[in-house]
């Protein structure tokens, strides 16, 4: 009896570990099947490569209504990621969905939004010259979060939301494991916590005035995340010891997908599991998500720097390739302390074909974290290319009954 219970035991404990990793020998097949000797390698080492990838098969109906088909390779929320700019995602959904409670106060996401300092470490925005009227708005922040990854933009609209509703907000959709505490700039977990006095209208007579807020919300920093050998801190000090991230954002990429999958495909989805948006957040956000930087007038950017292919990492980024005009990404990416992510919906309108791709790496090699030295260029972009070039190939050669339409 002894022996049978530890054995017991021991299988359940073996099946719920198996159980946290989602993987598909399908599209493992599909990806090594023509897989280059260095994608072979990432492949071979998942462990220290860290990659996670979720492949979504889209087929309409005679009526163009979705089903979806998801399928992963080493897909485990228990394995932390960086996600570094992929929250800018949540916070811009959740900032569109908070301004439209204030229809009544006459303000929307066009209206012209002032940020002052409130609290320590804060700092204010009266004006923006990257917009046509020079002034800051909700609308501008997600255009800049959207084109080139913004971090300014991010921190404003996180102050916008507040850290306590920001999160409350994620985990009623049922994002539990879903965890914004930060901006992108150096502060302290208190001063974080704590979201700025903004202005709506004019700043001198504003129309609505939003307080200061302060999140009372108990994050479970139980598990502690460590990651790498050493890493310099912020005075840019080497600490021969791992990084902690117990703190820091947290973003499963099942999540990402699921919250990019909601807002382009709203009605297959649950009332409850959608953001609340308009049609024409709906219309922003699928120009933002897919414009190139060098098709925005404001802002205007310095193409060389941005260029069009700066934040679309499947098939595009590795080599700096030139998007040919009859395919968009619609997407998000992230990328920091080694990790690189990209949540894309691609759309080849030559073709009628769609699907979805999602992806995370890590690629570090001398385990040192803060150092700037990372394979972004090597091998990280590369990574992503070749397994968005081998779905988009399947995807071409796919028989569909009904042929997408993708007017939308």
């Known amino acids: 009896m002894k022996t049978f219970f530890f054995t017991t035991i021991f299988f359940l404990m073996e099946m719920n570990l198996l159980a946290q990793v989602k993987h598909d020998a399908w599209l493992e097949r599909l990806i090594r099947d023509k897989a280059s000797?260095?994608?072979?390698?990432?492949?071979?080492?998942?462990?220290?490569?860290?990659?996670?990838?979720?492949?979504?098969?889209?087929?309409?109906?005679?009526?163009?209504?979705p089903s979806f088909t998801n399928y992963y390779l080493n897909v485990d929320e228990s394995r932390y990621f960086n996600p570094a700019s992929m929250v800018k995602l949540p916070t811009a959904l959740a900032a569109l969905e908070k301004i439209n409670t204030l229809k009544s106060r006459g303000i929307d996401k066009y209206t012209p939004m002032f940020t002052d300092s409130s609290f320590s470490g804060q700092t204010e925005v009266q004006a923006d010259s990257t917009s046509a009227n020079r002034v800051p708005s909700i609308e501008h922040?997600?255009?800049?979060?959207?084109?080139?990854?913004?971090?300014?933009?991010?921190?404003?609209?996180?102050?916008?939301?507040?850290?306590?509703?920001?999160?409350?907000?994620?985990?009623?959709?049922?994002?539990?494991?879903?965890?914004?505490?930060?901006?992108?700039?150096?502060?302290?977990?208190?001063?974080?916590?704590?979201?700025?006095?903004?202005?709506?209208?004019?700043?001198?007579?504003?129309?609505?005035?939003?307080?200061?807020?302060?999140?009372?919300?108990?994050?479970?920093?139980?598990?502690?995340?460590?990651?790498?050998?050493?890493?310099?801190?912020?005075?840019?000090?080497?600490?021969?010891?791992?990084?902690?991230?117990?703190?820091?954002?947290h973003a499963p990429l099942e999540d990402l997908h699921q919250m990019m999958q909601t807002v382009l495909f709203p009605k297959a989805f649950d009332k409850r599991k959608r953001f609340q948006l308009s049609q024409d957040d709906y219309s922003r956000l699928y120009q933002y998500m897919s414009e190139k930087p060098s098709e925005s007038r404001f802002p205007q950017y310095d193409t060389s720097k941005y260029f069009d292919s700066y934040t679309k990492f499947f098939f595009f980024r590795s080599g700096k390739q030139q998007i040919p005009d009859h395919i968009r990404a619609f997407n998000k990416t992230g990328w920091?302390?080694?990790?690189?992510?990209?949540?894309?919906?691609?759309?080849?309108?030559?073709?009628?074909?769609?699907?979805?791709?999602?992806?995370?790496?890590?690629?570090?090699s001398d385990g040192i974290l803060n150092d700037d030295k990372y394979e972004y260029e090597t091998i990280g972009y590369p990574?992503?290319?070749?397994?968005?070039?081998?779905?988009?190939?399947?995807?071409?050669?796919?028989?569909?009954?009904?042929?997408?339409?993708?007017?939308k």
Request: charged letters at 25%.
């Open 141 to 249: 922040y997600i255009k800049k979060i959207f084109l080139v990854s913004d971090n300014d933009a991010y921190n404003r609209l996180y102050e916008f939301c507040g850290q306590q509703f920001l999160n409350e907000s994620l985990w009623k959709k049922g994002y539990k494991d879903v965890r914004i505490t930060r901006r992108f700039v150096k502060m302290t977990e208190q001063e974080n916590r704590h979201t700025n006095q903004i202005r709506f209208g004019s700043y001198i007579t504003p129309t609505y005035i939003q307080p200061p807020a302060e999140s009372l919300l108990q994050f479970d920093f139980s598990k502690k995340v460590l990651i790498g050998n050493a890493h310099y801190d912020r005075d840019e000090n080497l600490l021969n010891e791992p990084m902690d991230f117990t703190k820091h954002n």
């Open 336 to 364: 920091s302390y080694g990790f690189l992510t990209d949540v894309c919906y691609i759309v080849d309108f030559k073709n009628k074909v769609e699907f979805m791709l999602s992806g995370n790496i890590y690629v570090n």
């Open 383 to 407: 990574f992503f290319e070749e397994v968005g070039e081998t779905i988009y190939n399947y995807e071409l050669n796919r028989k569909r009954r009904f042929k997408p339409d993708l007017s």
């Open 37 to 65: 000797p260095q994608l072979l390698n990432v492949l071979n080492q998942p462990d220290s490569f860290r990659y996670q990838i979720i492949y979504t098969k889209i087929d309409r109906d005679k009526n163009n209504n």
